[in-house]
């Protein structure tokens, strides 16, 4: 089922549910109220006619045939004057049968059985005990709802019974069906009202799933519209934003591919060239220095493959509590020696308590080394310095080269950006990456903070460790 029909059910269903629970509540409780208050005036009418003068001893003699006595008359009277208040009343005897009523002698003689009582045998015992009783309301034959209130007369077994009508009960029934259609109105209302809904939901999902398509299948040009509201809102923001990404990390790859074919081809052309001339040649000595050549060419060719890599697969730090000396002593090893063939020179400051940092030790040691390797290809000096600065390890090398151009600086950690006439522009990308993998960050100093305002300085900060565990401790 579609969110839009889910949804539109939900709300439906809960609509539904709350009117028409709340409904038979509020119809529960005023029934039950009304009966109560009817069943207190049964009695109370009851019980006042029981002492509108009526005799039980008088009325308890009389027998069939009686009904022409001053006896009869006068209590039948009694009972002919409710009729302003009551429907029917009579006097009954414990047998069920008649002996007074508000009818006329021929209609109800004395001695009748009132078999329409009979249904109310449990209800006229409790008035013979209690005194007073009433029935549940009933429909009569004319449609009407009735109740029978019982009053006890004078202690005796004698009961007066008066036939009220309840047809204050109909308010209930108008209620109820009030409510019913009350429940309909909210229903159809709360259709509308969910169908409104669900289509200014699921309409811009509609659009976005689509957009989610036309990335997928990629068509990344186009961007991605706004949305209306907060959570919609941040939704198609986010899915721009993985459009610009997969935009760019295309441009990136296509980038890659491009740099390396050419990168690939130079080394490749001094092989063919040199491994040619090695096969032509018979001199022992210049086949040698031709073999060295293709060595040296091979190992250029394995560093611009080993930085691709490095650039192009994931990360997987351990994230382990090292003492950040020890990788970077062993870069500033590799690096010294390059600068010694060259005439230059490596200084290195590090504490000599430990820098601790989570971070692989590996890692640290290849960020430094590109760093270094850098500043040792453009420079005479080069220093390394670390030291704790606000919670984090901070590692910085500096050298006296000419510095980063100031059309650079902003992209200088991107991929593929170099001034230089050789390498593939990924040694400062993968400095960057190796940090931020870590929760660290890399920048390039302003040049005005360097001593004496030339050169460059580049400063990785890791996170350091306040407390380090025992198994790291010196």
């Known amino acids: 089922m579609s969110i839009r029909g889910l949804f539109v059910i939900a709300i439906v269903a809960f609509a539904i549910v709350t009117s028409v629970t709340g409904g038979y509540l509020a119809w529960r409780e005023a029934s039950g109220a009304v009966q109560a208050e009817l069943d207190r005036r049964a009695a109370w009418v009851a019980g006042a006619a029981a002492e509108t003068g009526l005799q039980s001893t008088i009325i308890g003699g009389l027998m069939p045939g009686f009904e022409d006595l001053d006896a009869w008359i006068s209590n039948h009277n009694r009972l002919t004057r409710l009729l302003h208040y009551v429907s029917e009343a009579y006097v009954v005897a414990p047998d069920n049968t008649v002996l007074v009523s508000s009818f006329a002698a021929d209609s109800v003689p004395i001695g009748m059985r009132l078999r329409f009582l009979e249904p109310f045998e449990e209800e006229l015992d409790s008035a013979r005990h209690l005194g007073y009783a009433t029935t549940r309301a009933f429909e009569g034959n004319d449609?009407?709802?009735?109740?029978?209130?019982?009053a006890e007369l004078e202690q005796s077994d004698l009961v007066l019974a008066v036939l009220m009508p309840a047809d204050y009960l109909s308010p209930l029934t108008t209620l109820r069906t009030n409510l019913l259609i009350g429940s309909a109105i909210a229903a159809a209302l709360a259709i509308l009202l969910a169908v409104l809904l669900?289509?200014?939901?699921?309409?811009p999902l509609d659009r976005l799933s689509r957009v989610a398509v036309r990335i997928q299948r990629g068509r990344l040009d186009e961007p991605v519209a706004p949305e209306a509201g907060l959570e919609l809102g941040r939704l198609s923001r986010a899915m721009e934003r993985m459009?610009?990404?997969?935009?760019?990390?295309?441009?990136?790859?296509?980038?890659?591919?491009?740099?390396?074919?050419?990168?690939?081809?130079?080394?490749?052309?001094?092989?063919?060239?040199?491994?040619?001339?090695?096969?032509?040649t018979d001199d022992p000595t210049e086949r040698a220095q031709l073999m060295k050549r293709v060595r040296t060419e091979v190992a250029a060719l394995n560093g611009i493959i080993d930085d691709f890599l490095t650039f192009a697969r994931p990360l997987a730090p351990t994230r382990e509590a090292c003492d950040v000396r020890v990788p970077l002593r062993e870069a500033c090893a590799l690096v010294e020696a390059e600068l010694d063939r060259s005439g230059g020179a490596l200084s290195v400051d590090l504490p000599p308590e430990p820098l601790f940092a989570t971070v692989t030790p590996d890692h640290a040691k290849r960020a430094a080394l590109n760093l270094l390797r850098n500043a040792a290809q453009v420079a005479h000096s080069v220093e390394l310095r670390g030291w704790v600065e606000r919670g984090e390890t901070v590692v910085a090398v500096r050298d006296d080269g000419p510095g980063v151009p100031d059309r650079l600086r902003d992209r200088i950690f991107d991929p593929f950006v170099t001034d230089k006439e050789q390498g593939a522009g990924l040694g400062l990308a993968i400095v960057r990456k190796l940090v931020e993998v870590h929760g660290g960050r890399v920048e390039l100093r302003p040049m005005k903070e360097t001593d004496g305002g030339s050169g460059s300085e580049f400063r990785i900060y890791f996170r350091s460790l306040e407390d380090p565990p025992p198994s790291v401790r010196v």
């Open 198 to 203: 669900a289509r200014g939901v699921t309409e």
């Open 143 to 150: 449609g009407v709802q009735y109740k029978w209130g019982f």
């Open 243 to 280: 459009r610009r990404g997969v935009l760019e990390r295309d441009e990136q790859l296509r980038l890659m591919l491009a740099q390396v074919a050419h990168e690939i081809r130079n080394p490749l052309g001094g092989l063919e060239l040199f491994a040619s001339a090695a096969a032509g």
